[in-house]
């Protein structure tokens, strides 16, 4: 069985946490002096790679964004969240990340929550709190409406139910991946995609965001909402110009038992610019015992107004 096996080295900056590198080997994983371990697990006709750290009762998978993976969106939340408390699992879904082949497609998001149902079942995981991040959120959200049992807390991150057409606009923006992406992120995913295919699949996400612009009027997944049941954490960016804030306070006001932080200097990757604050949000949330009440985690009715009026009008 091929296997990936990750070796996490210190930086000499106190700005890097740790450098990532991954080679395939024909020997079994081997553990990581960091705690997190890589793995490998067949889904129907896929072989998906996770990582995994900590050994405590509380699972929680991690759902990266559109062509993001574990360890490039959520290496803080992999070494940062308590071990003792939490199983944290981050996979790469069909064509993400170190999940390819198969090359990266675009399919219903009731097929990508299907998969995350039997990447679960595989790993006989029963039932788990799922973060879902940007576009993985979109994957979380219907995972959660149509496969309650499996979800007993669900945090979305950076992420929507409706496309708005300035949303829309930015990201068809970045199209030109060479001109307009920093360079750490575009030279991670350039080593990961290749540096010609990357622009291709970022085109190719944009344009099915322009199909449910046309054929769906924007609307993602806002009618399946209704049908999330478990305690929600919405974090988003005051200033996110991918996600907007206006989409949080939507789905703030339409997922009944759902709360919300809005970072007012935030952008788009909460997790890594605020990641102390972002993982001890998270982690007071999910081990929280309450019931979240709806009433009451609605302090800011204008912006529930706002938005309501905004997107319904």
């Given at each position: ?23 395939y080997?024909?020997?079994?994983k ?12 067949q ?15 509380h699972?929680?998978l ?38 390819r ?189 309450e019931?979240?009440s ?20």
């Amino acid at each position: 069985m091929n296997s990936a096996v990750i070796k996490l080295t210190k930086c000499s900056s106190t700005k890097c946490l740790a450098m990532f590198q991954l080679s395939y080997h024909s020997q079994p994983k081997v553990a990581l002096d960091e705690g997190i371990s890589s793995h490998r697990v067949q889904v129907g006709p896929h072989r998906l790679h996770y990582l995994r750290a900590g050994h405590g009762p509380h699972t929680l998978l991690l759902i990266p964004g559109v062509l993001g993976f574990g360890w490039s969106n959520f290496k803080h939340q992999l070494l940062g969240f308590d071990r003792d408390l939490f199983t944290t699992i981050a996979f790469d879904p069909p064509g993400n990340g170190y999940s390819r082949p198969p090359e990266k497609s675009f399919p219903p998001l009731e097929v990508e929550a299907e998969t995350v149902a039997q990447f679960m079942e595989a790993l006989g995981v029963e039932s788990a709190s799922v973060l879902g991040y940007s576009s993985g959120g979109r994957t979380a959200m219907v995972l959660a409406a149509l496969h309650q049992r499996l979800v007993k807390k669900l945090v979305l991150a950076s992420t929507h139910a409706f496309i708005l057409p300035d949303e829309y606009k930015y990201s068809r923006s970045l199209d030109c991946i060479e001109e307009t992406w920093n360079e750490k992120e575009k030279n991670i995913l350039y080593g990961v995609y290749g540096k010609e295919n990357l622009p291709k699949l970022w085109r190719q996400f944009n344009d099915f965001n322009e199909r449910i612009l046309k054929e769906q009027r924007g609307n993602i997944c806002l009618h399946l909402l209704k049908d999330i049941k478990c305690p929600t954490q919405l974090i988003c960016g005051q200033k996110d110009p991918l996600t907007k804030v206006e989409n949080s306070w939507l789905l703030h006001a339409l997922i009944e038992n759902s709360r919300i932080h809005v970072y007012p200097e935030g952008k788009h990757s909460n997790q890594i610019k605020y990641a102390e604050d972002f993982n001890m949000r998270v982690q007071d949330f999910l081990m929280a015992d309450e019931e979240l009440s709806g009433t009451n985690l609605r302090d800011d009715e204008e912006h529930i107004k706002l938005a309501k009026a905004n997107f319904f009008c």
